[in-house]
């Protein structure tokens, strides 16, 4: 079979996410082989564990195997019905800590011999994140060095923590901001807080743009969820639960956006059946139907795809928003 070296994006949507592996397994199936991978939020899950030398097949079957509720971990005190989950947010900032989620994320690293970026080929990862300290993205491993560290010791886990972690969902990541660069910055605080990369751009193209001007350009294929989670209501009952809420609507725009020709044209359309980016009690059953929407989808791109451009061959007469 005949192989084709390709940048990847992969956007961020929550346990959506899922979707992305059927779209890489039909990628393997056309001869794809990944270059260089980026993501958001749970595309950084999926284009880490691309760049540690996963399979989609591989990878659908840890999510199989992992029931996602249990990722979601608090203390006892902080299950007290509406009070304790309110209290948790007072003082963590978060409903749940996001530790569950690393050490697994950081387990099946590490069972590749990943534990650090320093561990994959320079440039093969790149994850984003948002700092709402400051008000800035974060590329990481590179931008790890305005916090007094090194890019190539960053833990690839803590790295997918951060861009994960969704505002009062999961605890934000607290980083130290060394006093030469809150001098240099005129920054006053002493201590960054980091959150899910979805809030600053949840879906970065842009990221290989530098690559796209080489004398011999990569082809870079994005990999975005499309679809609003009409199937899932959301319930307002009190500030947290609007919070999630404008989280998710926030997240639904990025997927409903209008996307421009150029991008549109390299770009994977995942249906996510109406899947919220919080529903991690998600059945086994809907699981599968998100791998397999992702492959579908994944199979009806290549079919239109040109190895030589990099493009559709299809000519994009008319763009208009997905469900018009």
Not at 168 to 189: H, T
Request: glycine content about 10%; overall charge positive; some cysteine.
């Amino acid at each position: 079979m005949q192989t084709t070296a390709v940048n990847a994006v992969f956007e961020g949507g929550g346990v959506k996410g899922i979707s992305l592996t059927g779209a890489v397994r039909a990628a393997e199936q056309n001869g794809i082989v990944f270059h260089r991978v980026a993501g958001t939020s749970s595309g950084s899950i999926v284009a880490a564990l691309i760049a540690a030398g996963y399979s989609a097949v591989e990878m659908r079957d840890m999510i199989e195997r992992t029931p996602f509720k249990s990722l979601l971990k608090r203390g006892a005190l902080y299950n007290a019905k509406l009070v304790g989950p309110a209290l948790r947010v007072l003082l963590r900032k978060g409903l749940y800590s996001g530790d569950a989620l690393e050490a697994w994320v950081e387990s099946m690293l590490a069972d590749r011999g990943i534990r650090c970026f320093g561990d994959l080929p320079e440039g093969k990862l790149r994850i984003v994140a948002s700092d709402i300290t400051n008000g800035k993205l974060l590329v990481l491993p590179e931008d790890i060095r305005h916090y007094g560290a090194e890019p190539g010791k960053l833990s690839v886990a803590k790295a997918i923590r951060m861009s994960t972690s969704i505002p009062y969902f999961f605890d934000p990541v607290v980083l130290k901001q060394p006093w030469k660069e809150r001098k240099r910055s005129a920054i006053q605080s002493r201590a960054s807080y980091v959150v899910d990369g979805g809030l600053l751009s949840n879906f970065p193209l842009w990221l290989f743009e530098r690559d796209a001007n080489e004398e011999a350009p990569i082809p870079v294929i994005g990999f975005q969820m499309v679809g609003r989670s009409d199937a899932h209501p959301h319930r307002i009952s009190g500030p947290v639960t609007m919070f999630q809420a404008m989280f998710e609507t926030m997240l639904g725009a990025h997927d409903e956006r209008y996307i421009e020709k150029h991008n549109v044209i390299r770009t994977i359309k995942i249906p996510t059946l109406g899947v919220g980016s919080t529903s991690f009690d998600l059945s086994p059953k809907m699981s599968l139907a998100l791998y397999e929407s992702g492959l579908r989808a994944g199979e009806k791109f290549f079919r239109g795809w040109d190895r030589k451009s990099g493009t559709l061959k299809v000519t994009m007469t008319k763009m208009t928003e997905p469900g018009t």
